[in-house]
């Protein structure tokens, strides 16, 4: 029995920050799958699909364009906010004091001197700079005007030295002389060890000697020169990037004042050589840039250099974010900054569209054709077409009550085929496909299946049976231009994607052919309809043709139930003549007419069931449906774009229940 923790111990539990969250649910496939399919399907290739697809996000899915508008909001207000004459102010604040503690001591001296002195105060030039260099040799009567008027020496070379060192400014604050060399010996061994290193000297040995000597000031603790010269000349071209956003009268103020920093030359001589160093030896470092500060918050030199490295930042991750570049990958994100600047939550947003794209690449839901562009793979398309049908069903359900349109073997006898076991199955189990998964599993876990096995759920797999009458479906969709222009492609597509679905995997007896028609027929492979691209320019709707197909098609499954399956939203304008040619002409011409309903005849005397899916409010398509309809005994529903999915499987489903009956 374990002991009881001792008294007085208490646990503490946070964010978890030892990586990716184990706990956090995995990327959702299926709904990438469904937004990119719903692109590729509106035209888009499929790698277009997946960037849009990873750049919009969804409701429940950050995208990257919101994380790129979230660094740019930050960007606006770190500009907004701030201003960068922190340092000049707190000087003129200290020179103030000092003047005044002065003023009030000459007050109270009685001799001429202090006349004369109060004389010098009355006529300080008003620029910070010039009157800080006018009282250089000034002999300080106050102790307090003395001890205020030295902080600005100080306070010039902390600031200095933070430009370039983060964090030098509070490391040095009450710095004794000798700290102040300790910094200048730095500094020169610094600069040798760079010069060394420009003349191509082998310094490994040197940067080791620096950093044991020196390397209380580089808390990073670099590894290598190449380690130390990346952080040093980043922050130096910060620097310069804040120096260029300065205004002229700034910067020659600044420049008048560095001759104060510690009351010596020596510091601004060494950091204006460490500069020139870092300049020559980074040469692709942005020391050129410069920014635009709106704020009322003043920044001291150091603060203000921090600042333009965070905008520096900011802009990368804008551009990773971007994805504009060649090769762009989500794995080129800095996951690590995106967190620092935006939040934990940015960055697993940005983790997870990252996991999302590398799983379409890696589960075999994109692949490369032949033609070396990116294709959705049969995979996808399954796992499209299930999506599909599963919104069809609930559709249908919504509809007419039915649960679900997985309705193989409900009569009938078997195909010899099995799968495995949904909820609601009412089919018998094939017991030696189910043991045999059983022992597969134990085995693959490790046990003995000699001694036995236990059934999972998973292991179940239930007998198919096929309808004693299989049928033989064509789908015929219209492609002419008028589908897309009047927003019917999408629907179109998805439809010829549900039911092809439903029967590769609940009717397997049946034959199923797609078939589109624009000013010519072609039959389509589902990823073919899946991607078919509109040609706005050759106009024509060949029904003529598309049922020449479908004829041939049902002449091939003699022993099927033809079912004949019509989706358009115009008339036939467009027929086939005998020398393969089509021929267009609208209004429609009388012979297409003729030879259209000529083979509709036929359709009807190989015993084919029709349904027409009339899209639109077109009065002259819904006389024309009407007439062919009632010509072979056939039916016309009028479908809403959200509910021609819905219709067609339905109407296959209803008529298949009918074969059954008879």
Do not use: C
């Not at 202090?114 to 030039?125: D, T, Y």
């Not at 609601?424 to 189910?434: A, I, N, Q, S």
């Amino acid at each position: 029995m374990a002991s009881p923790p001792p008294r007085g111990h208490t646990a503490r539990y946070g964010r978890y920050r030892g990586g990716p969250d184990p706990l956090a649910p995995p990327v959702d496939l299926a709904e990438a799958l469904e937004h990119i399919g719903r692109e590729v399907m509106d035209g888009s290739s499929p790698e277009r699909a997946m960037r849009e697809y990873l750049r919009r996000g969804t409701r429940s899915q950050t995208g990257l364009d919101d994380l790129a508008r979230q660094v740019a909001r930050k960007r606006q207000q770190l500009l907004q906010r701030h201003r960068l004459d922190g340092t000049l102010e707190e000087i003129r604040e200290l020179l103030d004091q000092a003047v005044l503690a002065e003023r009030k001591q000459l007050a109270r001296d009685l001799d001429d001197d202090a006349r004369f002195a109060e004389m010098r105060m009355e006529n300080l030039p008003p620029q910070t700079a010039a009157a800080v260099n006018e009282l250089r040799d000034y002999d300080w009567r106050s102790s307090e005007a003395r001890e205020a008027y030295q902080k600005i020496a100080d306070l010039i070379g902390r600031e200095s030295l933070d430009q370039r060192f983060a964090g030098m400014k509070q490391a040095l604050e009450n710095a004794t002389d000798e700290d102040r060399a300790r910094v200048n010996e730095m500094l020169q061994d610094l600069n040798e060890l760079l010069e060394a290193h420009a003349r191509g000297e082998d310094t490994d040995q040197q940067f080791r000697d620096f950093m044991a000597k020196h390397g209380e000031f580089f808390p990073e603790q670099p590894q290598n020169i190449d380690e130390l010269l990346d952080a040093l000349a980043q922050r130096a071209a910060a620097a310069q990037r804040m120096r260029n956003s300065l205004s002229p009268d700034q910067r020659a103020e600044l420049d008048a004042l560095a001759a104060q920093a510690f009351g010596s030359p020596e510091l601004m001589e060494s950091l204006t050589r460490l500069d020139q160093n870092l300049m020559a030896l980074r040469p692709g470092e942005d020391w050129d840039g410069s920014e635009e500060f709106e704020g009322q918050q003043g920044m001291g030199l150091g603060e203000a250099t921090g600042m333009m490295q965070e905008l520096a930042e900011l802009d990368e991750l804008g551009e990773q974010l971007s994805q504009q570049y060649a090769g762009a990958a989500l794995d080129d994100v800095d996951l690590e900054m995106l967190g620092r600047h935006l939040g934990d939550q940015a960055a697993v947003d940005a983790r997870t569209l990252a996991e999302l794209e590398k799983a379409l690449r890696e589960h075999g839901y994109l692949q490369r054709g032949s033609d070396n562009t990116l294709r959705l793979s049969p995979k996808a398309m399954r796992q499209l077409g299930k999506a599909l049908l599963r919104d069809v069903a609930e559709r249908l359900s919504g509809r007419t009550g039915n649960r679900d349109t997985r309705t193989a073997g409900a009569a009938g006898e078997r195909t010899g085929s099995s799968r495995p076991w949904e909820f609601g199955d009412t089919e018998p189990w094939d017991v030696t496909r189910t043991v045999a998964n059983a022992v597969q599993r134990t085995v693959a876990e490790g046990g003995d299946a000699s001694r036995g096995v236990r059934l999972g759920v998973g292991d179940i797999e239930v007998t198919e049976t096929e309808a004693r009458t299989q049928a033989a479906v064509a789908l015929l969709v219209d492609t002419s231009f008028s589908m897309a222009i009047e927003g019917r492609w999408v629907p179109m597509k998805r439809t010829g994607l549900a039911l092809h679905h439903l029967i590769s995997t609940r009717f397997r007896g049946d034959a199923m052919t797609v078939i589109g028609f624009g000013r010519t027929a072609g039959t389509l492979d589902i990823a073919e309809l899946t991607a078919l691209q509109t040609n706005y320019g050759i106009q024509g709707t060949n029904l003529h043709h598309a049922l020449l197909l479908a004829n041939r098609f049902f002449r091939r499954h003699p022993s099927a139930q033809p079912v004949l399956l019509v989706v358009t939203d115009g008339e036939p304008t467009a027929h086939l003549e005998p020398d393969g040619e089509a021929y267009f002409d609208y209004p429609p011409s009388q012979y297409t007419l003729s030879v259209t309903v000529n083979e509709l005849d036929a359709a009807m005397r190989l015993g084919a069931q029709t349904t027409f899916f009339r899209l639109g409010d077109d009065p002259g398509l819904a006389r024309f449906t009407e007439a062919l309809a009632r010509r072979v005994e056939g039916r016309v529903i009028a479908p809403e774009l959200d509910d021609l999915g819905a219709a067609v499987v339905g109407s296959y489903l209803s008529d298949r229940r009918g074969w059954w009956m008879d």
